[in-house]
């Protein structure tokens, strides 16, 4: 079983950056995907970027393409940490972001689908405002 959990929640000024991370934990990490979510209050949630295993291809959702960035380090078998950083942040960003463990899809880019995950991490809050 996939464990995750999130670090790394603030308050950020519009226009600042902010780095998550995700902590990854279980067997068949060398299949799993890992994706990040984010969730506003009202809103569903929606997916935003995911890394592959392995290869650390990654995708990224046209909201947050070249404002965002993963990287992945895959330190043991059983454990990786994932992190998502964010720039040029805006109040419209402002959601408790997940990650979340992915195994393999048919297309890539079903990575951020909420349909797609195995397991989810508990969420951080990341609030944009002045």
């Known amino acids: ?22 902590a990854v934990s279980g067997d068949g990490l060398d299949q799993l995907a890992i994706a990040w979510f984010r969730q506003a209050p009202g809103k569903e949630r929606e997916g935003l970027a995911c890394i592959s295993a392995n290869e650390h291809r990654t995708y990224y959702v046209e909201s ?44 890539f880019s079903r990575c951020v689908l909420p349909g797609s ?3 989810w991490g508990q969420g951080t809050q990341v609030t944009v405002s002045s």
């Open 64 to 107: 947050v393409k070249g404002r965002f960035a993963m990287s992945r380090d895959d330190a043991k078998s059983t454990e990786s940490t994932v992190t998502l950083q964010m720039n040029d942040l805006q109040p419209d960003d402002t959601a408790v972001y997940y990650c979340a463990a992915v195994p393999p899809t048919m297309l």
């Open 1 to 22: 079983q996939v464990q995750l959990v999130e670090s790394g929640a603030g308050l950020v000024q519009p226009g600042g950056s902010l780095r998550l991370s995700c």
């Open 117 to 119: 995950v195995e397991a």
